[in-house]
T-cell receptor, first 114, second 111 residues
Framework: KAGVTQTPRYLIKTRGQQVTLSCSPI?????VSWYQQTPGQGLQFLFE???????NKGNFPGRFSGRQFSNSRSEMNVSTLELGDSALYLC?????????????FGPGTRLLVL | KQEVTQIPAALSVPEGENLVLNCSFT??????LQWFRQDPGKGLTSLLL?????REQTSGRLNASLDKSSGRSTLYIAASQPGDSATYLC??????????FGPGTRLSVLP
C-alpha cells in the first residue's frame, strides 16, 4: 500500500505571497491532519479533515486554511506569507474512526519564506 | 489543555546499551499515546500506540508503557544500535484536542 505523499517537497516563497500544499493519504484513510514543525515551537497541530469536513482545528490564524476533497486528498493554503511561516509542514492520515488512531505521516513539505 | 514534555532533550549512549526515554502529560483523560521517531529532515514514523485501557505495548526491541494516574509514558529500547539514532517524539490524544506532541528526545547511539 502506498504511503502518504506530499507535494511539493520543497518550496521557496517571498513575504506576502500565498502557497498551497497538497497531501494524498493512504488509500482507504478518510482523515487527514496537518501539522507545522519549527525548531522553536516543535510540532503543532493545524487542523484535521474527515469526510471533507474540518473536524478539529488548532490555534493558528485564519491565514491558514485547508480543505479535503471527495477522494480524501487534502490541501492546505497559507495566505499573506510571513517569515515565521518557514517550517516543515507535515500531513498525516488515519482511518478516521472515533479519533486517535495510529497516524501515518508523509515526508513533509519544507517551506522557506524570504 | 493537554501539555506534553519529554526528558531528556538529548541522549548519547554507546551501542548495545538499554535505554529509557520519558514522556509526561498533564491531562490524565488521555485517549491514547503514540511514540514516533523522526530522522533528520524527514517525516515521522509511528513506533507504538498505547490505548488508555492498556499498560504497555511491545514491538521488537521497543517497549512502551503508559501510566495514566502518574501522567507518564516510557519508551524502552533494548540493545541500542547506531540505526536507532533519531529524534523520538511522544504524542497524547485527547478528544477535541487531536494529538499534542512533546518536544522530542534526540538520541545518538555511538558505534
Amino acid at each position: 500500500k502506498a504511503g502518504v505523499t506530499q507535494t511539493p517537497r520543497y518550496l521557496i516563497k517571498t513575504r506576502g505571497q500565498q502557497v498551497t500544499l497538497s497531501c494524498s493519504p493512504i488509500s482507504g484513510h478518510r482523515s487527514v491532519s496537518w501539522y507545522q514543525q519549527t525548531p522553536g515551537q516543535g510540532l503543532q497541530f493545524l487542523f484535521e479533515y474527515f469526510s471533507e469536513t474540518q473536524r478539529n482545528k488548532g490555534n493558528f490564524p485564519g491565514r491558514f486554511s485547508g480543505r479535503q476533497f471527495s477522494n480524501s486528498r487534502s490541501e492546505m493554503n497559507v495566505s499573506t506569507l510571513e517569515l515565521g511561516d518557514s517550517a516543515l509542514y507535515l500531513c498525516a492520515s488515519n482511518s478516521g474512526g472515533a479519533g486517535g488512531e495510529t497516524q501515518y505521516f508523509g515526508p513533509g513539505t519544507r517551506l522557506l519564506v524570504l | 489543555k493537554q501539555e506534553v514534555t519529554q526528558i531528556p532533550a538529548a541522549l548519547s549512549v554507546p551501542e548495545g546499551e538499554n535505554l529509557v526515554l520519558n514522556c509526561s502529560f498533564t491531562d490524565s483523560a488521555i485517549y491514547n499515546l503514540q511514540w514516533f521517531r523522526q530522522d533528520p529532515g524527514k517525516g515521522l514514523t509511528s513506533l507504538l500506540l498505547i490505548q488508555s485501557s492498556q499498560r504497555e505495548q511491545t514491538s521488537g526491541r521497543l517497549n512502551a508503557s503508559l501510566d495514566k494516574s502518574s501522567g507518564r509514558s516510557t519508551l524502552y529500547i533494548a540493545a541500542s544500535q547506531p540505526g536507532d539514532s533519531a529524534t523520538y517524539l511522544c504524542a497524547g490524544y485527547n478528544y477535541g484536542q487531536n494529538f499534542v506532541f512533546g518536544p522530542g528526545t534526540r538520541l545518538s547511539v555511538l558505534p
